[in-house]
């Protein structure tokens, strides 16, 4: 495992709605550049960037049209170089968001590929013998793309009808149009591939968020081996050249992720994790009210956990552009215990931007570049009091997104100068993860209870409690306190053989041996 992982905490960046410098109204590398310090001030030590390459974004930039050129928006590769410089400088590292599925139709690939005279492309996706005959019912694949190509066939689509594709074979080989997984125009697309990883390796990222990482091989088994068969022969050949670089993958099968040679995997809002269960379903666990439930969520959770130990790390995100923001349904309050859990678990916590102020998910806003209910979570980062929230000098018509509209928003500017902020909190709660190996990535977990309150251990010695409610809980709890780490709205009291946790509060306890 690389080294700089274990105390990894990394923080997403959608660069559109980050920081505008250039006064156009989306955001862009030097902005990034001019935020590492505030990143890095937060106790963040890591980046991951979706996708910045060319593209008619019509899925925000998960539809490329270049992987070898960013999008003119954001700078230059130069300055992308410049950001991968800067953030090392800081000792922080950035990876990249890897689209390995699909590309855009404006892509040189799917241009040649559609053409109906045979060419090194026409393999490069996955196309059917006749336009007449479709491709629905396969695993792996959302739809097709007909009848507005010049070749005589139904091309596969990976997620929206604009991302096309890309042919890494069938895992079961059924009509004389699929490609096995060791066909030649296979083998291309995936050799492809791994150039685009190692252009960008190259040029100084440290690694890469793997989109649909899971969706490769069409027609896999249940569980996913030739998928998985394929990274593992993707990461041999990249490990060979760069043994340093990091992956993680959006799957939400750890298990299979890991194995597949990913350093790390997401929980997330799909697969079987249950992770919606603690801060997204209509009953958080992270609520006042304690109705949640987090039985479901840690059965799969140590399990997953029983399988990966020494093989990776499981990512609890806050959130991600994907999803509706933690603040939907979290004060900010329950937003401080959420963080508290989340850089107290194992593995790498991810927070996604505007979290750590808990920006405020837009409901029924309009769609921005194929976004529809996600473009809520993608809104300007609010800076401070400025005009456009100090996001943009462009007008305000002009944005990206617009900003929230509620003049109570948060922003950076006025958290940092409240000490009872959010951004204030988790500033100390990583402070505590980074200063106190129990809590870091590696160690050891143990599930106490995962009623209210909730209480698990870490690396033997220290106790987390964590109590969402507005009812102080107490239950039968044998460990002996020595000191306590950290410990926020009243904490808890370990004594006589129970612990009795405050309302809305948490606290992290080191044991007596
Ligand atoms: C992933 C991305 C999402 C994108 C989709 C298609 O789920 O996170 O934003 O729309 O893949 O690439």
């Known amino acids: 495992m690389k080294d700089w992982l274990k105390t990894a905490v990394f923080y997403e960046i959608y660069p559109q709605s980050f920081k505008d410098t250039n006064a156009d109204g989306i955001g862009d590398f030097n902005g990034i550049i001019e935020k590492l310090d505030y990143i890095k001030s937060v106790g963040f030590n890591a980046i991951w960037l979706n996708p910045c390459y060319k593209s008619p974004f019509n899925d925000a930039g998960y539809d490329v049209t270049d992987y ?44 040649q590929s559609q053409k109906a005279t045979p060419n090194e492309y026409s393999g490069r996706y996955i196309w059917t013998d006749s336009v007449w005959t479709d491709v629905t019912g396969i695993s792996g694949i959302t739809g097709s793309y007909r009848g507005l190509s010049e070749r ?45 990883i190692k252009f960008w390796i190259g040029m100084g990222c440290d690694g890469f968020r793997v989109d649909m990482a899971g969706s490769l091989v069409k027609n896999d088994d249940e569980e996913q081996s030739a ?36 350093d790390m995997d997401f929980l997330l809002h799909f697969g079987s994790s249950h992770y919606m269960d603690l801060f997204r379903t209509d009953k958080p666990y992270f609520s006042y009210d304690g109705r949640g439930n987090l039985e479901e969520f840690f059965k799969s959770y140590l399990e997953n956990l ?56 837009l409901k029924n806003i309009a769609s921005v570049e194929g976004g529809y209910y996600r473009t809520g979570a993608r809104t300007p980062m609010q800076w401070d009091t400025s005009s456009n929230c100090g996001f943009s000098a462009a007008s305000p018509n002009k944005l990206y997104i617009a900003i929230d509209p509620d003049e109570g928003r948060p922003t950076v500017e006025e958290q940092m100068l409240d ?4 951004l204030n909190e988790l500033k100390r709660i990583i402070t505590v993860r980074h200063s106190c190996k ?12 995962c ?9 033997k010695k220290v106790l987390v409690a964590i109590n969402p409610t507005q009812e102080e809980k107490t239950v039968e709890c044998s460990a002996i306190a020595s000191e306590i780490i950290y410990s ?19 606290a992290y306890i080191r044991l007596e041996n």
Request: glycine letters at 8%; hydrophobic letters at 35%; aromatic letters at 12%.
């Open 488 to 506: 926020y709205n009243g904490g808890a009291v370990l004594e006589d053989g129970k612990i009795t946790v405050k309302p809305a509060s948490v």
């Open 451 to 459: 009623g209210y309150p909730l209480l698990y251990r870490r690396g």
């Open 419 to 422: 000490d009872t902020s959010v």
């Open 227 to 262: 998928t998985v068969r394929l990274w593992q022969e993707i990461f041999a050949e990249v490990k060979k050249h760069y043994p340093e670089a990091v992956f993680v993958s959006e799957w939400g099968e750890p298990d299979r992720a890991l194995c597949a040679g990913f």
């Open 68 to 111: 070898y050129t960013v999008a003119e928006r954001y700078g230059t590769n130069e300055d992308l170089k410049r950001l991968f410089y800067e953030a090392h400088t800081r000792g922080m590292h950035i990876i990249l968001d890897l689209v390995p599925g699909h590309t855009s139709l404006e892509c040189e690939w799917f241009i």
């Open 438 to 449: 129990e809590l870091g990535s590696d160690s050891d977990f143990e599930l106490i209870s």
């Open 152 to 196: 005589d066939g139904s091309c596969a689509v990976n997620f929206f009808t604009c991302q096309p594709a890309l042919n890494y074979g069938f895992a079961k080989v059924t009509e004389p149009w699929q490609s096995s997984m060791d066909s030649p125009e296979a083998l291309q697309t995936r050799t492809a591939m791994i150039d685009v």
């Open 306 to 361: 029983k399988k990966t130990m020494g093989n990776g790390y499981i990512c609890i995100p806050s959130g991600n552009h994907d999803m509706e923001r933690i603040s939907r349904a979290l004060d900010n309050e329950q937003i401080k215990l959420a963080f508290a859990f989340l850089m107290s678990m194992p593995g790498i916590p991810f927070v996604y931007y505007g979290d750590e102020i808990g920006m405020k998910y």
